[in-house]
């Protein structure tokens, strides 16, 4: 049965994954309030295509490998996991390099795609990052398997202070453009992967060099299947930044990216729980305990706490989503509230992050296969929307509909898994006791400060 200690233990290491997500939020916060004020709205949207090409193809360059880590390291003998972390870390090298090569050969192709001839010189500046950062990734589930998630508070702290003098000093003092910007990135890469490389090894670097017995072809087995799920999913989360941004120009694009922002501290708690829940869930299931006995009440646990962290956020910036747009980007983005209220309406869905539950309980196969058919049919309905509605806000409201029916059936396999109903999954007194108390509060709030001062 699980323990208060473990309990604690568990909030205690997902607290040091949520601080690290928060420097890393408010270091890209903070540089692209920056950009925003400093860049003309076509240049700031050339920076932000740049990082969306890098980002979207990313997921298909690093093949299910960060993964991995988290599945593989509770499941060996500690002095095998120097040798497995280095075989991983060798391949994902391999693959940066590649991704960089092929960025810096196709970019002439991917600007005119992205219908934005500047994207050419910008991506082949760009070109050495993948190099540089595919070797950093899974260092969240080496450090959450060894329980030492306070380094990663360290890593990020350092790297993304980098990133943020990199990248906004020349902008600010040189009067730079994208491209001082872009170079600025791709120094601030080479910090982080000089860190990433040294705090890999430190979990490891005491506990024996024995050569792993686990073989590429394991490695692969799993990571491909999880692959192919994630293909999916960035196919979804970035189908409607695809069609925005080639149908709608780079300036709408910028509102929308600023519009898009993952604020105010959601998407950290809900990654910090799936960083600390991975690992746990792995071993559990690999020792095939009770799940309704031994798992549900970690599950449970979460939820709860995750409930009663975000769905306050979540009223909070649905109601001031307007003014927290204007603060941060300036009144020139005040269009971009409107994105923002429907990008994060999602999340009083999806508060919990089922992937790891999912993936560690053997349902690969049904969590890839949800992705595909949502993924498919997600970037038929947006297509039809561009040619029948021409608005990007609809793009957005279809783009909201199916992450809602996809984290339905996501949640439909882990009740069934737990030998429950969908809605049993959601505490669902304790979310009206949140909800509407928040929501009467801040509705007062917003009209005594927006209405009546202004």
């Known amino acids: 049965m699980t323990t208060n200690k473990d309990n604690t233990s568990n909030t205690q290491q997902a607290f040091w994954v949520a601080m690290a997500s928060m420097f890393t939020f408010g270091f890209s916060l903070v540089s692209s309030m920056v950009l925003s004020r400093y860049f003309p709205k076509e240049d700031y949207g050339t920076y932000k295509q740049v990082l969306y090409v890098y980002n979207t193809l990313l997921v298909a360059f690093t093949l299910g490998l960060p993964r991995t880590f988290t599945y593989f390291l509770p499941r060996v003998p500690e002095n095998q996991a120097k040798s497995l972390i280095q075989r991983i870390t060798g391949i994902l ?91 600025g990135f791709v120094f601030a890469s080479f910090v982080a992967f000089l860190l990433a490389l040294y705090f890999k090894n430190l979990p490891v670097k005491s506990r024996g060099n024995e050569k792993c017995t686990i073989t590429f072809k394991e490695i692969f087995k799993f990571s491909i299947p999880v692959q192919l799920a994630t293909v999916w999913g960035i196919v979804i989360s970035s189908t409607d930044q695809f069609f925005i941004s080639r149908y709608f120009g780079n300036v709408v694009f910028a509102e929308f990216t600023n519009g898009s922002t993952d604020i105010p501290f959601v998407g950290m708690i809900v990654g910090a729980t799936a960083t600390v829940l991975s690992p746990i869930f792995s071993k559990m299931s690999h020792q095939k305990l009770d799940p309704k006995k031994e798992i549900y009440p970690i599950w449970e646990s979460v939820f709860e706490k995750s409930v009663k962290l975000i769905y306050p956020l979540i009223i909070y910036i649905w109601i001031f989503a307007d003014v927290i747009m204007i603060f941060l980007y300036g009144k020139q983005y005040e269009q971009s509230a409107i994105y923002f209220r429907i990008f994060n309406f999602t999340y009083f869905f999806k508060i919990i992050a089922y992937a790891p539950l999912i993936i560690n309980i053997g349902k690969v196969k049904y969590y890839a296969n949800i992705n595909m058919y949502s993924a498919i049919l997600l970037v038929i309905a947006e297509f039809a929307s561009v040619h029948l509605i021409d608005s990007p806000y609809a793009i957005s409201v279809i783009s909201v509909v199916f992450q809602i029916g996809r984290v339905y059936l996501m949640l439909k396999v882990v009740a069934q898994f737990f030998d429950l109903k969908v809605i049993q999954l959601f505490p669902m007194k304790l979310i009206m006791r949140i909800i509407i108390p928040s929501a009467v509060v801040l509705l007062i709030m917003h009209y005594i400060m927006v209405t009546i001062i202004n």
Not at 98 to 110: G, P, R, T, V, W
Not at 163 to 181: D, K, Q, S
Request: glycine share 8%.
């Open 93 to 183: 090298f391999l693959l940066g390099g590649f991704f960089s090569l092929l960025l810096f050969i196709f970019s002439a192709q991917i600007a005119g795609v992205m219908k934005n001839p500047d994207l050419d010189l910008a991506l082949k500046v760009f070109s050495p990052v993948p190099l540089l950062m595919l070797p950093t990734m899974g260092l969240e589930g080496i450090l959450s398997t060894f329980r030492m998630t306070k380094f990663l508070t360290v890593y990020t702290i350092a790297t993304r202070t980098m990133m943020l003098l990199f990248v906004v000093l020349p902008v600010i003092l040189l009067n730079g453009g994208y491209l001082h910007a872009v170079v």
